[in-house]
C-alpha cells in the first residue's frame, strides 16, 4: 500500500509542478493535458480504494 501512495503523490508533484511552470502556450492543448492528468489521478485513486477494500473483505473472511 505504501508503494501506491507514493506513485500518487509522485503523480501530484508532477500535475503541480507542470500547472505552475506551464511549458505549453496553446491553451486548448494545456486544457487537454490537464483534463487527461486529473482524469488518471482519480483513476488512480479509484485503484486505491479497491486495494483497500480488496484488503478489507480479505480480513473479514
Known amino acids: 500500500m505504501k508503494k501506491q501512495l507514493i506513485i500518487y503523490g509522485i503523480l501530484i ?3 503541480v509542478l507542470y500547472n ?4 505549453i502556450k ?3 492543448t494545456d486544457t487537454l493535458i490537464n483534463i487527461l ?3 488518471l489521478l482519480f483513476l488512480y485513486i479509484a ?3 479497491y486495494l483497500v ?3 478489507i473483505g ?3 473472511k
Do not use: G
Request: glycine share 0%; no cysteine.
Open 58 to 60: 480479505k480480513k473479514q
Open 47 to 49: 485503484y486505491i480504494a
Open 20 to 23: 505552475f511552470l506551464n511549458p
Open 53 to 55: 477494500l480488496r484488503k
Open 37 to 39: 492528468f486529473a482524469s
Open 13 to 15: 508533484v508532477i500535475f
Open 26 to 28: 496553446d491553451e486548448r
